[in-house]
């Protein structure tokens, strides 16, 4: 079972979660009834990754309380993202977990919406997320707005951006950090790649990583996901050894 870790001061989620762009088309019960027995619990969606938002929503049917459900509002326009909201809480039972502007747009604006869902009790942790370390210095503007709980960016050998100062500084400010792209979209994992689970170990073996969110449509791969969750941890060595393989 993948080691849990704090998210926000009281929120504990395991260190393994599972995210859902362009993996989460057509009936998904089976692999997250899986997830949810191999002790995945967090899963992470988007308006922006076609049906994955709804069909998550179906999957948890009935085990809507075993999950951690993450999703984002993506758009510039106030009104879409009430109708956002309104889809996603009604495929989630009438709550987000934590709620994530999607790539910074329309971040106070949508920042305002959140904190209102939140105050109803529909919301427990909100969050911002950006792909694209161009886009990192307003990252670190929201993340001093002290408006968020969470961050989610992209980390893996190849993409080590958000060491020079997105992670220091949520760990600063004691922000949790979700890691998307922990194999690169599936690049680092192919020929010429490292082993799925040593890239997910080099990824969790910093502290500051609270639960990195591979996507996989393979309930083999979820399996060996999740496993990878447990330490023991790389130490400097072994992390290095692991980068300049796939480098
Ligand atoms: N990409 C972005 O720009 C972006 C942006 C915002 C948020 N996110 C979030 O972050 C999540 C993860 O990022 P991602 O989906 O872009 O890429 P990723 O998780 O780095 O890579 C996904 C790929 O890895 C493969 N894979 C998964 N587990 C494996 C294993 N054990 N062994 C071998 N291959 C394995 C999957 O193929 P199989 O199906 O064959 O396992 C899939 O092709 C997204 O789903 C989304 O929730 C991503």
Request: net charge negative.
């Amino acid at each position: 079972m993948p080691e849990r870790r704090a998210l926000a001061p009281g929120v504990e989620v395991p260190c393994v979660g599972m995210g859902t762009w362009q993996t989460f088309r057509g009936d998904r019960a089976e692999l997250v009834r899986a997830a949810l027995e191999s002790g995945i619990e967090v899963f992470d969606s988007s308006p922006m990754y076609g049906e994955a938002e709804e069909r998550l929503g179906e999957a948890l049917d009935g085990r809507r309380d075993e999950a951690f459900v993450a999703t984002k509002i993506w758009t510039s326009s106030a009104e879409e993202g009430r109708g956002q909201a309104e889809r996603a809480l009604r495929f989630y039972g009438g709550r987000v977990d934590l709620y994530q502007v999607h790539n910074l747009v329309a971040w106070r604006e949508q920042l305002a919406l959140l904190e209102e869902l939140r105050e109803q009790g529909k919301v427990r942790l909100i969050g911002a997320t950006h792909y694209n370390p161009s886009e990192f210095g307003a990252l670190e503007e929201v993340m001093r707005s002290g408006r968020i709980d969470v961050i989610q960016v992209p980390y893996n050998p190849r993409e080590r951006e958000v060491e020079r100062r997105i992670l220091p500084l949520a760990e600063e400010l004691g922000l949790g950090v979700l890691v998307m792209r922990p194999f690169g979209e599936g690049a680092l994992t192919g020929r010429g790649g490292a082993p799925a689970d040593r890239l997910l170990k080099w990824v969790l073996s910093d502290p500051r990583c609270t639960c990195a969110i591979p996507a996989t449509r393979d309930e083999k791969h979820m399996r060996e996901n999740a496993r990878a969750g447990e330490p023991p941890w790389l130490d400097p060595e072994e992390r290095d050894y692991v980068a300049r393989s796939v480098s």
